[in-house]
């Protein structure tokens, strides 16, 4: 394989730097619906598909493994955004299974929750801050 970035790849980094020149940081899906331009409907919501979202997962994967981007993982959202049985289990000291059992007992579920993912740029090559550690010897 080629040690060059790909055009999704590229995309990426664009819609971070972007982004962070904004004072905000992109989730997996504000990146893939930059990448892919995706244009918003009548109620300003904006969908991708699969395939979209593997690929925008994969470059991103990519791009941290050569040490270009770090990821943030923030909070479980659920697709109505509300937080989710781990996220609010965290924050009332409660266990996992507690939570799920409070809800279902609700009727409620969050099957389709996804763990919200942060991006941002390295501000300082790996080898460049290993540099400046001392050594121990």
Request: with cysteine; charged share 25%; proline share 3%.
């Given at each position: 394989?080629?040690?060059?970035?790909?055009?999704?790849?590229?995309?990426?980094?664009?819609?971070?730097?972007?982004?962070?020149?904004?004072?905000?940081?992109?989730?997996?899906?504000?990146?893939?619906?930059?990448?892919?331009?995706?244009?918003r409907d009548r109620r300003g919501?904006?969908?991708?598909?699969?395939?979209?979202?593997?690929?925008?997962?994969?470059?991103?994967?990519?791009?941290?493994?050569?040490?270009?981007?770090?990821?943030?993982?923030?909070?479980?959202?659920?697709p109505d955004g509300a937080k989710?049985?781990?996220?609010?289990?965290?924050?009332?000291?409660?266990?996992?299974?507690?939570?799920?059992?409070?809800?279902?007992?609700?009727?409620?579920?969050?099957?389709?929750?996804?763990?919200?993912?942060?991006?941002?740029?390295?501000?300082k090559p790996l080898r460049d801050?290993?540099?400046?550690?001392?050594?121990?010897?």
């Amino acid at each position: 394989m080629s040690g060059r970035l790909g055009h999704i790849q590229r995309g990426c980094l664009r819609v971070i730097k972007a982004y962070e020149a904004a004072g905000k940081r992109p989730t997996t899906f504000n990146i893939a619906a930059e990448v892919y331009q995706i244009k918003r409907d009548r109620r300003g919501n904006r969908a991708i598909n699969d395939s979209q979202r593997v690929a925008t997962r994969r470059a991103l994967a990519g791009l941290r493994s050569k040490g270009l981007i770090v990821s943030h993982r923030d909070l479980l959202i659920a697709p109505d955004g509300a937080k989710t049985d781990r996220a609010l289990a965290a924050e009332i000291g409660m266990s996992v299974s507690t939570m799920r059992r409070g809800r279902a007992d609700q009727g409620q579920t969050y099957a389709n929750a996804e763990l919200c993912c942060f991006w941002s740029m390295v501000r300082k090559p790996l080898r460049d801050s290993l540099s400046a550690v001392p050594s121990l010897g």
